[in-house]
């Protein structure tokens, strides 16, 4: 039976690269992303800036990551990378676009 009260929360973490950083969970998990092909739209763009970027750091209130221009992702999703991040990616690619023709 999936405990549906239990929350992931990120822990701890790394900056690896450029753009890619190793969280570590509550449940044990460790995820390795990288984060450059998603940073298009209004609120992830400004991360292009690689000393934006490695500002990142942990908001305490909601156990994820958080960067100064308060852009974050949900720490469910970063669990789950693999299962959203073809999804995130095309979004992002789409909001580009946008972007572009503007």
Do not use: C
């Not at 701890?12 to 092909?37: H, M, Q, W």
């Not at 490695?54 to 693999?82: C, G, K, M, Y």
């Amino acid at each position: 039976m999936i405990d549906e009260s239990f929350q992931y929360k990120i822990i701890s973490f790394k900056i690896k690269s450029p753009y890619t950083l190793e969280l570590i969970f509550n449940d044990g998990a460790i995820k390795e992303i990288n984060f450059e092909k998603i940073l298009s739209s209004e609120m992830f763009s400004p991360l292009k800036d690689q000393k934006l970027f490695n500002q990142v750091s942990i908001d305490p209130e909601v156990n994820t990551i958080v960067w100064p221009n308060r852009a974050d992702f949900d720490p469910a999703i970063l669990h789950d990378w693999d299962e959203f991040k073809d999804e995130l990616i095309m979004r992002s690619s789409k909001w580009e676009v946008l972007q572009k023709s503007n």
